[in-house]
């Protein structure tokens, strides 16, 4: 069906950048809306930010003013700049994708990245 590879986080200490990607590939289909959420051990898993294939953002309160959500609708990857990163940022980054294949609605979810941030 749909697959999504995700791309990037890693290992920072505060104050630093990370980028997190994913492309969405396998049938022909098209993108509702892509995003990242994030779950922290001991912790629900959250929203981080989402984006729509007609450029509407949504972020999470605690990444407001720091992280910036971006859409390729043409090739169906969704870029996370993740900028003045906090030891509380550490996490595994989730990738989602909602679209559209057929005539229903489906929502995938990657294998999700490691974001790890040091003090």
């Known amino acids: 069906q749909v697959q999504l590879v995700e791309s990037g986080g890693g290992l920072v200490q505060a104050g630093g950048s990370l980028r997190l990607s994913c492309a969405a590939s396998?049938?022909?289909?098209?993108?509702?809306?892509m995003g990242w959420y994030r779950q922290a051990p001991g912790k629900q898993r959250e929203l981080v930010a989402t984006v729509t294939s007609g450029g509407g953002t949504s972020y999470g309160d605690s990444v407001k003013g720091r992280f910036t959500i971006s859409l390729d609708n043409a090739k169906n990857t969704v870029h996370l700049q993740m900028n003045s990163l906090k030891p509380e940022d550490t996490a595994v980054y989730y990738c989602?994708?909602?679209?559209?294949?057929?005539?229903?609605?489906?929502?995938?979810w990657g294998q999700g990245r490691q974001v790890t941030v040091s003090s």
């Open positions: 396998g049938s022909i289909f098209s993108i509702n809306a």
């Open positions: 989602n994708a909602d679209y559209r294949w057929g005539i229903l609605n489906h929502v995938n």
